[in-house]
């Protein structure tokens, strides 16, 4: 199964959409029970937390295997995934301005 983050972003929309698609099992990590509802009504497996709640992360976590990180936010909600992750050695994909922005300062080109 694939956790979805980004409750409000036409990206995780757009993700959703095609892993319903390609009927990949998927949950969206929503803060919102009115996003959870919508989204629920979809298909989606929803999970009603917090990112910036390690607790609330670890469950959000449980039966998961991918993740597509959509953290507006930045570093502060990737932190807590990745120290639940690194361990279990999972696939981040990760969409956020902040990290963008640090790997065009980083590159060569």
Aim: charge should be positive; hydrophobic fraction near 40%.
């Amino acid at each position: 199964m694939m956790l979805v983050t980004g409750t409000m972003s036409a990206v995780r929309n757009a993700v959703l959409k095609e892993l319903l698609a390609r009927k990949i099992p998927v949950r969206a990590f929503v803060r919102k029970p009115s996003v959870a509802e919508k989204l629920e009504a979809q298909g989606v497996e929803t999970f009603l937390g917090d990112m910036t709640e390690r607790e609330s992360v670890q469950k959000a976590l449980q039966g998961i295997e991918r993740v597509y990180l959509i953290s507006p936010t930045g570093i502060v909600n990737v932190k807590n995934f990745v120290d639940e992750l690194s361990p279990r050695r999972c696939h981040i994909n990760q969409n956020s301005r902040a990290t963008k922005a640090r790997k065009r300062a980083q590159s060569p080109l």
